[in-house]
């Protein structure tokens, strides 16, 4: 309580002035030339490190030695065999910020560059997520020794598939508290409202082979699929929508059958992800399951099977704070970390770079995107814990 009070002069300071960065001119440097230096040699370090999911330990260790450089206590806190969070903080370990992005990447790894011309950094993860985590540590540099002390850092692994390295920060027996959280992900330096929920699923069709010249002596699993998928197809155009997110969509992402033209298909499957704009993943579920319930009977009175597994990881559709004044807003349709922290907290999501080109093989971004990104970062983080303090002073 008293750190707060002591606190609020100060963050009042440092709001004038990070507000007062924006108003230089177009065209003037938007770092000193030292800290634009320094920006993109850790964004380089980052990028030429290859993280792809379960293989964080290089660029998490090469990361935690860079932090305890600039005089951060780092914890790595062990995640599963050779995988590590990355927490870092100045004197204090509990913090009214915590900024937080993840280490990980998607396949493959694509090397580095850096067009000096263009102005362009490229290759995977320059955009997602090593840009929001070279920018956020710049940009916490820039601050106020008093504000610095009240900022702590999360590097998380395993965003980029079940989100484990997230989940395992939520569960930590060390977890530290924290008021207000940062996420990094792509958002083109807007500020996310929102995204929309996942559920996955498989589909497994249990035929009986036979030769294709007696088919009535084989059940046909492709026959069954097809027939299946058409329905899900039908329901696609019938899923709950809202204004916030928009359509409920489905990808049948990946559909296998058969073995052979003149062999009746014993087996065929089909994965799918539905990305939910309204609603829960239960409701998602009753809907599909209703689809496919005369095409399972169907099959089960022939003596074969129609199975439906879910991922156990769905969630509806995710709100997220963006109640800063000065940032466009946003909502996605991809998934974040963002469910995965578990807790009261006033969340939320920026960072530079597009989506559109962050699993490519030409993700890329321009360096000024991600010097905007620091200074953008800064104004969130004086802006969000000056607007908590103030919420805290009205109670
Ligand atoms: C870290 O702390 C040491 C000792 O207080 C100081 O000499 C050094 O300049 C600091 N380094 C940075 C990057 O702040
Ligand atoms: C760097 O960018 C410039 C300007 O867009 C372009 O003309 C040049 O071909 C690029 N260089 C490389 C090596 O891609
Ligand atoms: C949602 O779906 C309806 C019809 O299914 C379509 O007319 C509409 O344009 C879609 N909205 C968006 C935002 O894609
Ligand atoms: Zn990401």
Not at 200 to 209: E, F, H, I, P, Q
Not at 229 to 258: I, Q
Not at 267 to 293: C, E
Request: with cysteine.
């Amino acid at each position: 309580m008293l750190g707060t009070i002591l606190l609020l002069p100060l963050a009042l300071v440092a709001h004038v002035s990070a507000t007062q960065t924006r108003l230089s001119s177009p065209d003037a440097p938007l770092l000193p030339g030292s800290t634009s230096d320094e920006l993109v040699y850790l964004h380089r370090k980052l990028v030429e490190i290859e993280s792809i999911t379960n293989n964080e330990n290089d660029v998490g260790q090469w990361l935690a030695s860079y932090l305890r450089n600039k005089n951060f206590t780092v914890e790595l806190q062990q995640v599963g065999d050779k995988r590590y969070n990355v927490f870092a903080y100045g004197k204090k370990r509990d913090t009214t910020v915590l900024l937080t992005s993840h280490i990980d990447t998607v396949p493959p790894y694509w090397p580095y560059y850096y067009n000096e011309t263009s102005g362009v950094i490229g290759g995977r993860g320059s955009v997602d997520a090593k840009a929001s985590v070279a920018a956020m540590i710049i940009a916490v540099h820039g601050l106020t020794e008093q504000m610095q002390q009240d900022l702590s850092l999360l590097f998380v692994i395993g965003e980029e598939a079940i989100g484990d390295g997230m989940r395992a920060f939520s569960d930590w027996n060390k977890r530290p508290t924290n008021d207000i959280v940062i996420f990094g992900e792509p958002t083109e330096a807007k500020l996310v409202c929102g995204h929309k929920g996942i559920l996955t699923a498989d589909l497994k069709v249990t035929g009986k082979a036979a030769h294709s010249g007696y088919p009535w002596l084989g059940v046909s699993a492709n026959d069954v699929i097809v027939v299946a998928l058409s329905k899900l197809l039908e329901l696609r155009e019938h899923l709950p929508w809202s204004e916030k997110y928009g359509n409920t969509t489905m990808n049948l992402g990946r559909v296998e059958g058969g073995v052979a033209a003149n062999v009746v298909a014993e087996t065929a499957s089909a994965s799918l992800a539905v990305r939910i704009a309204a609603g829960g993943p239960k409701a998602i579920q009753g809907l599909v399951t209703n689809a496919l319930k005369d095409v399972k009977a169907s099959v089960e009175e022939q003596g074969g099977e129609l199975d439906i597994s879910w991922s156990s990881t769905g969630y509806g559709p995710v709100d997220i704070d963006c109640d800063v004044k000065g940032f466009e807003k946003l909502t996605v349709n991809y998934g974040t970390d963002v469910p995965h922290l578990t807790g009261d907290y006033k969340k939320y999501l920026y960072g530079p770079g597009s989506i559109f080109v962050a699993h490519s093989d030409h993700e890329a971004l321009k360096k000024k995107e991600l010097e905007q990104a620091v200074l953008d970062y800064r104004r969130l983080i004086v802006e969000t814990s000056f607007m908590h303090n103030q919420e805290r002073q009205d109670l």
